[in-house]
């Protein structure tokens, strides 16, 4: 009877402690810690109609059980939101899902994500400041002037703040890399890019567009850029003669560590910021794991304590009926 009653109250702590939103390592030992600091999702704003962890401005529109909608299918619109505080994660991945639809035959012109030393900024490139310093990822749905590619064409570009986006061709002039991905616009299945970054190790951005949890390769490097230490996460999107919506429906941003410690930078000389920023991140997150491991433990004693006390009074409650 109390191993049966210990089994069950452990089964209970379990169940209260599978969270979802907590650190997962997977099958290749990379540990991934949501950051909520850089996530969205409906419904977008609390009570006072404000996102913690985000700003928006221009002509962006939150329905909260749908969408953050950062141009409307309307012509000259210009919106964005960006994160409030940098990203300063050594290594991340950022999921996005969004959605570009439209009524017209011809649409326009796209929208972007960012990863810049600027925030909330808004200007030419797909609503947002050119000459930005960081990573620029854009889905250009209007193919304005490049011969031979297919559109909408998803590209990044690597600003060094002087830098200016060649808007007229399409941003070929300052391509870092990119892929053309036909029918990412009104696409039939939940349309989402997947952004991975381990500093000084590689850069990928991966799209679902065609079926549903399969990712394409956009395109993936061994030699990542490199983001500056203060950079914030946006979105922003513009519309000129040609129009579309251009919605966010949620973000998800983590926190990526190798726990195999593969890292073939820690040993090259002459790269100890790396070797070193990683030491540091994970002394910080076993001391995370432990204060954990403690509360985990904690609430296994009230449990088992719990259902002693109560096992010791039903005893006793039982005992006295048997003797009345
Ligand atoms: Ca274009």
Known sequence: MRLSTSLSALGLVACALAHPDVTTTDANGIRSIPLRTHSLSAPYLDSDMQSRWFDFGGNTIVRADQYIRLTSDRPSQEGWLFSR????????????????????????????????????????????????????????????????????????????????????????????????????????????????????????????YKSEDSWELCFETSEPPTIPSVAYLGFSAETGELSDNHDIISVSTKNLYDTKGRDSTMNKPGNKGASKGSERYSKKKEGGSWSWFFFKMLMFFMVMGGAYVGFTAWRAQKGRSHRF
């Open 85 to 208: 505080v940098p990203l300063t994660a050594t290594n991340w991945e950022i999921e996005v899902e969004f959605k570009i639809h439209g009524l017209g035959n011809l649409h326009g012109d796209g929208f972007a994500i960012w990863l810049t030393k600027q925030r909330a900024t808004p200007g030419p490139v797909f609503g947002s400041t050119d000459r930005f310093e960081g990573l620029g990822i854009f889905f250009d749905t209007y193919k304005n002037n490049r011969p031979g590619t297919v559109f909408p064409y998803v590209m990044a570009m690597v600003g060094d703040g002087s830098k200016s986006y060649d808007k007229s061709n399409d941003g070929k002039e300052n391509e870092f890399m990119g892929c053309s991905a036909r029918g990412i616009r009104g696409a039939s299945v939940p349309t989402k890019a997947k952004l991975t970054y381990f500093q000084d190790k590689s850069l990928r951005l991966e799209l679902q």
